[in-house]
DNA sequence: CCCAAAATCAACCATATGGTTGACCTTCCC
DNA sequence: GGGAAGGTCAACCATATGGTTGATTTTGGG
């Protein structure tokens, strides 16, 4: 239960918190501005940030009364080899990625 | 909730569960023989089957009086392009790709 | 000093997991 | 036909989520 796999997969598997985390791709947040385009009490954005924290997906650091989350893309990199390397990383999954190249590449233009 | 991708990565956050697909990687299996190995009633696996199923990431067939468990790749891998895709795919995810592409090599010899 | 802002904590509630056991339904096979 | 194998269902229990509101703590600023 407390497996850091575990813990990833179980903190991405809520829509809330893999938006929270698309957030913090552009950059570090406070709690409170986090909270802010949600419709939701602070508390609850609070247990979120919690939840993600644990299974190690950001980071917290306080500074004066802010606290500020950070993006640590190392859990999820670790969680999407798993993946990756599930069934030997099989053919299918090779065409799967090549078409992802191809779309980055398109939205890219 | 019944986002799909909730539903898979809901599934993926239990260690039994991420051992049933490994099992089912190297062919299709009766209910009975997916419980076997494990310490848990056949209906604890039972339920664990459902949620999987449900997410999309096996099917069940029933032929006789035997239900067959077979994996379906493709959810899981839309879950892994998701992950891929978080963060506009950046370099330490490719590098990261690398050495596993690496590894794989490796492991072949 | 005092108030307001930034967060967490605590208590509470509803719902979902993760497991159990026991009853049940189907289907095979002698 | 009847018993046993293959599974599911139902009821139950403990624990974790996901949310609320209200109180509390800490810190910044006028």
Redesign the interface.
Known sequence: MS?P???V??A????TR?EI??ML?EDDMAVTDVAEPFEMSLAAISKHLHILTRAGLIAQEKRGRVKWCKLQ?DA??D???W????????C??LD??EK?LED?TIQAK
Chains 1, 2 share one sequence.
Do not use: Y
């Open positions: 497996n796999i575990d813990l997969f179980a991405l598997a809520d829509p893999r985390l698309t791709l893309m999820m990199k969680t999407s080899l993946m990756e390397s599930f069934g030997q990383f099989e299918v999954n799967a990625f992802f980055q």
